[in-house]
């Protein structure tokens, strides 16, 4: 066996020199700071002259120190005074420090005891004063280099830096402050701090000045060229921090925050938890909760489905149900990358989960029936759909047979095998639809009501809005134009939707289908409707750019199918409450049923011969369907130039 793989075996490591020769400079240190705060102890006890210094004082000193000096390195060392890393010391390593040099007082003055000259003892002022300045001799020489990094830290990079201003002068501001400026590769300088509690206004943390209350905001970021503003108040509730942001977006400043208030009790505040501040932080309310725990035992060891599982909401289903034990979670969806990233993080997240993941279309006959017949769901979440409504203006008969006939053979399956309840995703479009998706969704509901008078299982569908970040949502689409530079391009000025975050919409979903007794169409309270426009104004502003100075906003016109306010309800439809004030009922409408399975015939086969007139026989079933009251793209160009004025005025800042 060679030398070196006799030394691996051994476990021997080769010598550190750098550290040893640290270590070595730090205890000849030590040496010369005891020897020192014993002398100037009793030099300071006789008022610095030496010549009053009796040798009944100094002698049993002497005779004590070279004892002394042995018991204090080892004290140092089993207090790790020689192994921290002082570069980032902290409250536990100056603990340490202060504790050994007392006790390293306390052994000098029973040492001197057995050395003192005709039974005369040392001034008791002598061992306050030496353990004083042995803590801060040995303060000097462990925190020093930490002053020294920081401020070699700050001439480097001060050509180089990001002005930045913390809102939020309590523990999370204090420790992302203390980061930012100890961090060895960070670029920013803490130039101020914001905080309302007036008791704060003109005291310093970590030497960095609280100017004032957010009316301070803007005066602040002018004053002190302020770049980015990091919120840092992550227990505020959000209306609180609506209003905050709507003063710092008027700043042109970048914006950060904290994620939230946990990140305080796990003790995870830092420079890099930050995140961009989002959209939904200014949507001026709190964010939905509902107690899913107390209602979603229904879906506890049950066997549940998600179609389109791999979706924006699809997948949020997935994670929420995960976290709720049902007995085996199966996927579905057609596109396998989307299914295999969310099976990954299910994986990882939840390793116990009995997870089954199927790729497959609902358009298929065949396979749905094979996946409905082999698993047995008890529960089935239908969220497969196409969605974006100017492709498939473009596609209509794709639009008819995956969302109709896909629901239709899904729902049949279902029915034919036991499955217990069964709810449908549906979309504010499908009332009073425009454009042939809403339509087809309208489509789906009712086959769904129809299918609950029918069948033992429990048909439901839940309506609701536009979910923010969502595929195809024009937040991402906004992110991404911003990022090239601009333009961002909205498609009319007085566009307005319905808004809530993925999770949201999903956990009322998720409510929804515990209240469901069969044929209702759930309605989810979106709130106040959102004005499109006003969403791409404070993007921009919020990714620290001037609207119409640093990107340009565009008008391009209302999309096929469009229309510019969407609507929850049909006029022939009431709402009635249950006990989660988000989640309504929409009162069924009557179907002549006979004339309607006629009608879905036709349909189903005038799609698949790619029909040109399909929209003629849709119209024919939703009667509430208006296709020419969308936009269209061929608008005229006296709108054209209307909505171009309109821009110009908007970039320029005159609206």
């Known amino acids: ?29 030590d040496i010369v700071a005891v020897c020192a705060a014993s002398y100037l102890a009793l030099l300071i006890r006789f008022e610095f002259h030496p010549s009053r210094v009796p040798d009944y004082y100094l002698t049993p000193i002497l005779k004590f120190m070279p004892i002394l000096l042995v018991l204090t390195i080892a004290l140092f060392y089993l207090f790790r005074l020689y192994n921290s890393l002082w570069a980032f010391a902290g409250e536990n390593e100056l603990q340490n420090l202060v504790i050994a040099c007392v006790l390293d007082g306390v052994i000098d003055g ?29 303060f000097v020489s462990r925190f020093s280099y930490r002053f020294f990094r920081s401020r070699k830290h700050k001439n480097e990079n001060r050509n180089n830096s990001v002005s930045v201003m913390i809102i939020g002068a309590g523990e999370a501001g204090n420790v992302i402050c203390k980061e930012i400026q100890t961090g060895n590769y960070s670029t920013m300088v803490v130039r101020c701090m914001i905080d309302d509690d007036p008791s704060k206004w003109g005291r310093y943390i970590q030497g960095v000045r609280v100017v004032g209350g957010r009316d301070k905001i803007i005066e602040s970021a002018d004053l002190y060229n302020i770049d980015e503003i ?16 709507d003063i710092c977006k008027e700043t042109n400043c970048k914006l950060r925050s904290l994620p939230g208030v946990y990140q305080l009790v796990n003790g995870e505040v830092n420079v890099s938890k930050l995140r961009d501040v989002e959209i939904e932080d200014l949507l001026g309310r709190e964010p939905v909760t509902v107690d899913i725990d107390s209602i979603i035992g229904y879906v506890r060891d049950k066997t549940v489905l998600v179609t389109g599982g791999g979706g924006s909401i699809g997948s949020e289903l997935c994670r929420q149900l995960a976290s709720h034990g ?81 629901t ?42 129809t299918f609950n008078r029918h069948y033992a299982t429990e048909f439901v569908a839940v309506r609701f809005g536009n979910v923010l970040g969502s595929n195809g949502s024009v937040i991402p689409l906004f992110k991404k134009q911003i990022e090239e530079g601009g333009p961002v391009t909205v498609t009319d000025p007085d566009i307005q939707r319905y808004f809530m975050t993925i999770p949201e919409a999903v956990s009322l979903v998720l409510q929804a289908g515990a209240y469901a007794r069969g044929g209702e169409i759930f309605v989810l309270d979106m709130g106040e409707p959102v004005r499109i426009l006003d969403l791409a104004e404070n993007l921009i502003k919020l990714s620290g750019y001037r609207v119409g100075r640093d990107i340009q906003i565009e008008f391009t016109g209302l999309r096929p199918g469009e229309k510019l306010f969407e609507e929850m309800l049909m006029d022939e439809e009431g709402l009635l409450d249950t006990d989660n004030s988000l989640i309504h009922i929409g009162k069924p409408i009557p179907i002549d049923e006979i004339a309607f399975f006629r009608q879905l015939e036709e349909l189903n086969q005038e799609s698949r011969r790619e029909s040109r007139h399909i929209r003629e026989i849709v119209k024919r079933i939703v009667t509430t369907y208006h296709p020419e009251e969308g936009g269209r793209p061929e608008h005229d160009e006296e709108r054209a130039e209307a909505l171009r004025r309109v821009a110009d005025e908007i970039n320029a800042g005159e609206v």
């Not at 060679?2 to 000849?28: C, D, E, F, H, Y």
């Not at 005369?120 to 040995?138: D, G, K």
């Not at 505020?236 to 921090?241: Q, S, V, Y």
């Open 408 to 449: 239709w053979k899904t729902a049949l399956a279902a029915a034919q095998n036991g499955t217990g309840k069964f709810v449908m995703i549906s979309t504010d479009k499908a009332v009073n639809p425009t454009n042939i998706m809403g339509a087809s969704k309208r489509i789906c509901e009712m086959i769904i009501q």
């Open 110 to 138: 029973i040492g001197l005891q057995f050395y003192r000259i005709d039974l005369v003892s040392v001034p008791q002022s002598f061992y306050f004063l030496y353990t004083f300045l042995l803590i801060s001799f040995t």
């Open 1 to 29: 066996m060679s030398k070196k793989r006799q030394k691996k075996n051994t476990g021997m490591r080769p010598l550190n020199w750098q550290l040893l020769g640290r270590q070595a400079i730090l205890v000849i240190y």
């Open 230 to 245: 990091i919120l840092a108040i992550p227990s505020a509730p959000r209306p609180m921090i609506s209003r905050i942001l």
């Open 326 to 406: 049902p007995k085996r979670l199966i996927i579905f969806d057609i596109y396998e990358n989307n299914a295999y990233e969310i099976q990954q993080e299910l994986i990882t997240k939840h390793p116990d989960l009995d997870l089954v993941v199927l790729v497959g279309s609902v358009r298929n006959t065949a396979r749905i029936n094979d996946v409905f017949a082999t698993w047995k769901p008890d529960i089935v979440y239908h969220a497969a759909a196409h969605k974006h409504v100017p492709l498939m203006e473009d596609s209509p008969n794709e639009a008819i047979k995956n969302n109709v006939f896909g």
